[in-house]
């Protein structure tokens, strides 16, 4: 069984302030995804990493995979209010579309 | 292009009653999978379905099961229902073939069971 732990499960910061978030496993992933929840809604895809070390940025999101393709990592760079949400990584392996989730961040960015 | 959509959005059933939902992927999506998010569990896959077919099944009882239309739409059924069962239920849809598995996820279905 592929489990993903993610870490921390929760994080107050004030605007401004730099982050990280951190999706640990002892298992290999053909892929791993980013997702961002807002309450209420479902996941929103925000970024795919496939290759081992690829780094990836979409504004002052910053995400990484591990070389081994087993861990990864969210940066998120002067945070501000409107990041505020539940943050999920989840890893795909090779048979289908199954996706193991990790148990999520929840950012609280304070003006 | 529209995105996923899940009917209905809210649901409250009595133990021992059976539900279903259904789920719309974006056009040209064959792939739809089902996922249940509570507080304690997270989120759990339930099962996926391509071209009408399960191809992948997650841990989780017989009285989940689903099925897939050849318009690709999907429903789930849950049977004999559970005060366990109450959850958020995620359905995902993708493009088959898509390289890193991206996933869409529609809105969800609130489900209390009382």
């Known amino acids: 069984t592929q489990l993903l732990e993610q870490s921390p499960q929760f994080l107050s910061i004030q605007e401004g302030e730099n982050l990280t978030v951190y999706c640990n496993s002892s298992s290999v992933f053909s892929s791993l995804q980013w997702y961002r929840q807002e309450p209420g809604e479902g996941p929103v895809l925000l970024v795919t990493?496939?290759?081992?070390?690829e780094v990836k940025k979409l504004k002052r999101l910053t995400f990484q995979f591990g070389d081994a393709r087993k861990d990864s990592s969210l940066h998120i760079t002067a945070a501000q209010p409107g990041d505020t949400g539940l943050y999920l990584c989840?890893?795909?392996?090779?048979?289908?579309?199954?996706?193991?989730f990790g148990g999520g961040t929840r950012l609280m960015v304070k003006p | 292009k529209a995105g996923v959509t899940q009917t209905p959005r809210y649901l409250i059933k009595t133990r021992g009653q059976q539900v279903t939902l259904s789920c719309s992927p974006i056009?040209?999506?064959?792939?739809v999978s089902w996922y249940q998010q509570t507080p304690g569990q997270g989120l759990q896959f339930l099962f996926e379905?391509?071209?009408?077919?399960?191809?992948n099944k997650g841990n989780f009882p017989g009285r989940f099961s689903g099925r897939q239309f050849s318009n690709s739409r999907s429903e789930m059924n849950v049977s004999t229902l559970e005060l366990g069962d109450s959850a958020l239920y995620l359905c995902?849809?993708?493009?088959?073939?898509?390289?890193?598995?991206?996933?869409?996820f529609g809105p969800g279905t609130r489900l209390t069971v009382t």
């Open positions: 989840a890893g795909a392996g090779n048979a289908g579309n199954m996706l193991t």
């Open positions: 990493v496939v290759t081992g070390g």
């Open positions: 995902a849809s993708s493009l088959a073939g898509t390289r890193g598995n991206e996933q869409y």
């Open positions: 379905y391509f071209s009408e077919t399960q191809r």
């Open positions: 056009s040209g999506h064959r792939s």
